[in-house]
């Protein structure tokens, strides 16, 4: 009976084995990746912290936070990320202690292509993955530090061993277990090669809910250097610009966003309020116009100023 049992557990694990296998096919790179990229890339003065159990979450914040000169450690992260009723760390908590650091996390495209990029641009990427089934899934994140494209071979922070490699083929089907969720961290001022306007968009706008529009007056600057034309990030720089009391520039801005897309009523609303402050009247009169104009949360403001207005 032992020997039957022994061999039914034994044919479980090889069927895992053999389903796990036949969901890791070679990612396709695009021939532009090989043509742009080095042959080969590690950051190696990334940091190792072995991963203990469950607490593999807190060891890759370690790692890529010492990497940016952030002066903290595992034991510090375990209480702000490690949920233990979840037995680990979800991502949205994972980015939030990012930004309680005062660094910014900016999720990557998920794409081998993508991630391999920012290594060759130097960035760490925090990656996740689900190393089992979807149906049982094993939850697990690590610090992807280089590469080699001769021998499509990933280079990690993972677990207890300080340099594991992995095929691309293998990382590739765990990674997209997780719908290829990844980051990478960088200051504020500063803005990842690769990342695109609508994730930088949402980390930034992330990282001012948590320390205000003039902590992110450098990363809105930094965002439209790349996406001049982004009106959302010309309303942001606006409001940024506002707070560092610089008035003029912050009116240029608002009205580059009005510009940009007539039907951002929060533009013309902060334009008009502006304008109202700088004692120009008849100009804030037709901003706030636009705006009550424009269906939102900004109408009804738009509407009691342009009263007050008409009124005085």
């Known amino acids: 009976m032992t020997y039957l049992l022994t061999n039914a557990r034994f044919a479980g694990v090889f069927i895992m084995l053999l389903l796990l296998s036949g969901c890791a096919r070679n990612p396709v790179?695009?021939?532009s990746t090989y043509q742009a990229l080095p042959p080969h890339t590690e950051i190696?003065?990334?940091?190792?912290?072995?991963?203990?159990e469950y607490q593999c979450g807190p060891a890759t914040l370690a790692m890529?936070?010492?990497?940016?000169?952030?002066?903290?450690?595992?034991e510090e992260l375990i209480p702000q990320v490690f949920l233990p009723g979840r037995d680990g760390s979800v991502q949205p908590e994972m980015l939030a202690t990012v930004r309680r650091h005062k660094q910014l996390a900016f999720p990557i495209r998920g794409t081998m292509d993508a991630l391999l990029n920012h290594l060759a641009a130097g960035d760490p990427v925090v990656v996740m993955q689900n190393l089992s089934l979807p149906i049982y899934p094993m939850w697990h994140y690590a610090v992807a530090i280089g590469y080699d494209l001769p021998s499509e071979t990933l280079i990690l922070r993972s677990g207890e061993i300080e340099r594991h490699t992995m095929s691309f083929s293998r990382f590739d089907a765990t990674w997209a277990r997780t719908e290829r969720w990844g980051f990478v961290v960088a200051e504020p001022g500063t803005l990842p090669e690769g990342i695109t306007a609508r994730n930088a968009l949402e980390a930034i706008s992330a990282y001012e809910e948590s320390h205000g529009p003039l902590a992110t007056l450098s990363s809105w600057q930094?965002?439209?250097e790349?996406?001049?034309?982004?009106?959302?990030?010309?309303?942001?720089?606006?409001?940024?610009?506002?707070?560092?009391?610089?008035?003029d520039n912050a009116r240029k801005a608002f009205e580059r966003a009005t510009e940009l897309d007539e039907s951002m009523g929060a533009a013309w609303l902060n334009l008009g309020l502006?304008?109202?402050?700088s004692d120009a009247p008849?100009?804030?009169?037709?901003a706030l116009t636009h705006a009550a104009s424009l269906d939102g949360s900004w109408q009804e403001k738009a509407r009691l100023a342009l009263d007050s207005l008409n009124n005085d």
């Open 282 to 286: 008849e100009d804030a009169r037709e």
């Open 64 to 74: 890529v936070l010492n990497h940016q000169g952030v002066d903290t450690d595992v």
């Open 222 to 224: 930094a965002f439209l």
């Open 29 to 31: 790179l695009l021939q």
């Open 226 to 247: 790349r996406h001049p034309g982004n009106a959302m990030g010309q309303f942001a720089l606006g409001n940024a610009l506002y707070a560092d009391q610089q008035l």
């Open 274 to 277: 502006l304008l109202l402050q």
């Open 44 to 52: 190696t003065n990334v940091p190792f912290y072995a991963q203990t």
